[in-house]
């Protein structure tokens, strides 16, 4: 085989690794081929479906629709062992949207791990746009970050909505290109 063919059936493959789901704005990655060769569930895609809807909410700026998706025993925990409940998440994102001039977000899924009425989900919360100069000292910087994160969705009448978030170690967030602290 020629290499450009391989370099081609490389490129259609990793192509094929993902689905991308666009919903108002919000964006969402699903992986899509896995080791067993199993295609996409139907469960993923319900999951995928609300994480798309939970980020147009937060391209929106809207913490009335983004918490639509959380329980009322919604809880929130950071890498600093910080939790925060449904209410003060809310609060939270709200004062963060503030902040923002522009922003685009969306999740990633690597692995969801069913159980009867609740599953599981291991992947990326991300998030990119430019900050309110009043925020950075009279200009505008350039956002972007990437959180692993740990989610846990419950099945309710209203659908699947999220119980749990909890951030993982490994994120990255930049300003203006930078890893803040890098100098």
């Given at each position: ?9 490389s490129?259609?493959?990793r192509?094929?690794?993902?689905t991308v789901?666009t ?5 969402i ?5 896995k ?20 980020a147009a909410a937060?391209?929106a700026?809207n913490s009335t629709?983004?918490?639509?998706f ?9 890498l600093?062992?910080?939790t ?5 998440a ?16 969306g999740?990633?899924?690597?692995k ?6 609740e ?10 746009g ?12 350039q956002l972007?970050?990437?959180l ?7 099945k309710?009448k209203?659908g699947?909505?999220l119980?749990r978030?909890?951030q ?12 803040p602290g890098?100098g």
């Amino acid at each position: 085989m020629s290499r450009g063919k391989r370099k081609r059936n490389s490129q259609r493959r990793r192509l094929t690794l993902w689905t991308v789901l666009t919903l108002s704005g919000g964006w969402i990655y699903l992986r899509e081929a896995k080791a067993d060769g199993k295609a996409v569930s139907p469960l993923q895609k319900q999951i995928a479906t609300q994480f798309g809807k939970m980020a147009a909410a937060m391209k929106a700026k809207n913490s009335t629709a983004l918490a639509q998706f959380l329980t009322p025993d919604f809880t929130q925990k950071n890498l600093d062992g910080k939790t925060a409940d449904r209410k003060a998440a809310r609060k939270n994102f709200a004062s963060a949207m503030k902040a923002m001039k522009t922003l685009s977000a969306g999740f990633t899924i690597d692995k969801t791990t069913p159980a009867k009425s609740e599953t599981e989900v291991i992947g990326s919360y991300l998030f990119a746009g430019m900050t309110q100069p009043m925020t950075t000292g009279g200009k505008s910087q350039q956002l972007a970050m990437s959180l692993p994160i740990k989610t846990l969705w419950v099945k309710t009448k209203a659908g699947w909505l999220l119980k749990r978030m909890e951030q993982l170690k490994g994120g990255i967030v930049r300003l203006d290109g930078k890893v803040p602290g890098d100098g």
